[in-house]
């Protein structure tokens, strides 16, 4: 019979606060879902793998977001002009009411591929 390999044994541990705290600071750096197994890794001197942060992608992601908040509200705006002009009923505005709605049509297209791609880098980023 193959032999078990359930944890039945305990150890127990004292910390300080602040020892403690180093402790959790080093387990949030890694990507060991429990302490439990961060622990075990360091006691039996298996790799931990920790994790890396590029600022300089965090201060991208924040651009990122307020220009994601921009094109929403030019988005709104271009809306707002459409319906507007929809309701004018000479036959030069509704020429360009209908170049505006092209127009429109492409920009909110590629407004959708930006705000795609915005939603990979974050959620890459952020995991």
Known sequence: ????DNRTKWVHLRLTPGEYRQLQSRFGKTTCRKMSDYLRAVIFERPVVAT???TSIDH???AMSVLNSEL???GNNINQMAKKMHTIRMPEITHWSLQ???HSQ???TKIGE???LLEK???RWLR
């Open 1 to 4: 019979m193959k032999e078990r």
């Open 52 to 54: 890396y942060r590029n």
């Open 60 to 62: 991208a992601l924040a």
């Open 106 to 108: 492409s920009f909110f």
């Open 100 to 102: 505006f709605d092209n």
């Open 121 to 123: 880098l974050s959620a």
């Open 114 to 116: 930006v705000k795609q």
């Open 72 to 74: 929403n509200a030019i």
